[in-house]
Every structure is written in structure tokens, then in C-alpha cells.
């Protein structure tokens, strides 16, 4: 049974801010580099593997509150690290490899997994909003075709429409070949401005990856902090102004 924090001074209950950190590890984030570099793949893992353990030695109260959860998604979507607080980090498995890039599978999937964790963390904390880092480097891709907005954007909408009792802020960021309407197809507002953002161009996959962590790391600290959802541009990337209808 893990340790469950007394409350803070003006809190019936201890919080709980849950955070999902979604991964794409489709074969373009893995595939073989001719220059020698790490693969994007190969840098995310490390950023993703070092994040529990830099938020557990940080401040104990954002380490008690923050319960991060790691999906990796490709041809399906699979939980990576099942809900846990910084502060009874374990070993973060390796992220796998995987082929195509099914965004259907990973939408329909982050419902379900959301929704189980939220009714859980709900019977012992005071629940905030749940968080999806959506990380990805391509266009929705299933057989031999790109994955028509028909079949994916229907199950986005679904988690993050209003009738969902534990809809989730999505950021959405990416870099490559993905394109920003996708993103911004992606990403919910905050504040009336998409959580929608883009990597510079002539910035290297390495340098926008790295980028991205840090930002995530900065978010849950600053979020759990200030008791709401936070996020900065991260580095090497651009906020886009989503305009869809």
C-alpha cells in the first residue's frame, strides 16, 4: 500500500496532479542514423528515463503530488510505467520499437487508461486535471496509407470532450515530418491559446527532444506548485496559433 501524504494546510485531502507523458516509437524514431548521432528514439528513452529521478529529488511536495505515467505508442499503444509519484520512483523499463504510427490505437487507449487511474487517484486525493504530453515525430500512418482524421480525430475528441469527467489538457509537440495542422488537431486550449507546438526549422531532432523534456519536467514542478496546469514554449520549438474551426 503506498504512502499516501497528509494533507497540505487548506486541503481536505492530499492532491493529485496525474500526468501522462505519450511517446511515439514508430520506426522513423528509431530508424539507423548516418551521420552516427542518437536516434530520436534513443534520446527520448534517456530523457524519459532520468525525469521520475530528477522530479524525486526535487521538492518533496511536487514529488508527493505529480503521478506520472509513460505510454509509448506505435503500431498499438502500451503503458510504459503505470501511474506512479516521483518519490516511489522505480526503474523506468526502455521504451520499445516499434512500425507504423497508429493514432486511433493511442486516443482510444489514453481513454480508457485515463479513466481507470482517475476513479482510483479520486477515492484518496483531491484529483486536478489530468496532462497529456503528446510526443511525436509523424503523420498518423496505418497499412500502406496515412490514417484518414475520420478515424483518429473522433477518439481525440472523445478524451477531451466535456462530457469526460477526467478530460485531459493535451500539449501537443513535434518535430519532423509531422504536420501543424495535425498538431493543432491534437492539442487542447488553455486559456484560449492552443497547447500546440512545432520545432524550429534547421533544429536537430536531438536538440528539440531535449528541449521538450526539460519543458515537461519545468511543467509538473510549476503546475504542481501553483495548483494549475502551466507550460512554456519549450526550446527549439514555436507555439503555433491553431485556428481550426
Not at 101 to 117: E, K, Q
Not at 146 to 157: A, F, K, S, Y
Request: aromatic share 8%; proline share 9%.
Amino acid at each position: 500500500m503506498p504512502y499516501i501524504p497528509e494533507p497540505l494546510p487548506g486541503y481536505a485531502r492530499p492532491r493529485a496532479f496525474p500526468f501522462y507523458i505519450v511517446c511515439d516509437v514508430s520506426y522513423s524514431m528509431h530508424a539507423p542514423r548516418r551521420d552516427g548521432r542518437p536516434t530520436p528514439h534513443e534520446v527520448l528513452s534517456n530523457c524519459v528515463g532520468q525525469l521520475l529521478f530528477q522530479l524525486e529529488a526535487g521538492d518533496p511536495g511536487v514529488s508527493e503530488a505529480a503521478h506520472i505515467c509513460i505510454v509509448a505508442f506505435s503500431d498499438q499503444a502500451q503503458v510504459i510505467l503505470p501511474l506512479t509519484r516521483p518519490c516511489d520512483a522505480v526503474r523506468v523499463p526502455e521504451l520499445p520499437k516499434g512500425g507504423q504510427t497508429n493514432y486511433a490505437a493511442v486516443f482510444d487507449a489514453l481513454f480508457r487508461i485515463i479513466d481507470a487511474d482517475c476513479r482510483r487517484l479520486r477515492q484518496d486525493y483531491e484529483l486536478k486535471q489530468p496532462v497529456v504530453f503528446f510526443i511525436t515525430d509523424g503523420e498518423p500512418y496505418v497499412g500502406e496509407s496515412t490514417q484518414p482524421p475520420q478515424v483518429w480525430l473522433p477518439l481525440r475528441d472523445r478524451l477531451a470532450d466535456t462530457s469526460f469527467g477526467h478530460r485531459p489538457h493535451i500539449a501537443a509537440m513535434g518535430f519532423d515530418q509531422v504536420t501543424e495542422r495535425s498538431l493543432c488537431q491534437i492539442a487542447t486550449k488553455l486559456g484560449g491559446s492552443s497547447l500546440a507546438y512545432v520545432a524550429k526549422e534547421a533544429i536537430q531532432a536531438t536538440q528539440v527532444l531535449e528541449g521538450i523534456a526539460r519543458a515537461v519536467s519545468d511543467s509538473i514542478g510549476i503546475s504542481v506548485s501553483k495548483s494549475e496546469f502551466s507550460l512554456r514554449v519549450p526550446v527549439g520549438m514555436r507555439h503555433l496559433e491553431c485556428r481550426l474551426p
